[in-house]
C-alpha cells in the first residue's frame, strides 16, 4: 500500500515538474517571437526613412543645387534654370507592407 501511495505522489511530481518545464519553454519561444516582431517593425520603419532621405538626396532639385554649389561644368536644365525656386516632387515609392503578421 505504502509503495502505490509514493509511486502516485512521484508520478504526480514528475507531472507537474514536466508541465512547468513547458510553460517556461513556451515562454521562452514567445519571447523571441516577440523580439521578432519589435525588430521587423524597426527594420521596416529604418527602411522607410532611409527610402525617403534617398528619394530627398537624388530627386532632381537637390542635384542641380549640388551641381550649382561645386560649381560643376555639367549643364543644368532649361526649365530649371528659368524656374530656379520651383521645386521638382520627389520620385513616388510605394510604402512596404507594414504588418506581415
Sequence with gaps: M????C??????VLVSMAGVALETQILELRRQVSRQYYRTDV???LHARL???TQQLAAPGRLIETIRETGS???TPRAAASHPRQRLPLLRWQQPATNVR
Design 51 to 53: 527610402r525617403l532621405k
Design 73 to 75: 561644368l555639367l549643364k
Design 2 to 5: 505504502f509503495f502505490r501511495f
Design 43 to 45: 527594420l521596416i520603419e
Design 7 to 12: 509511486s502516485t505522489v512521484l508520478l504526480a
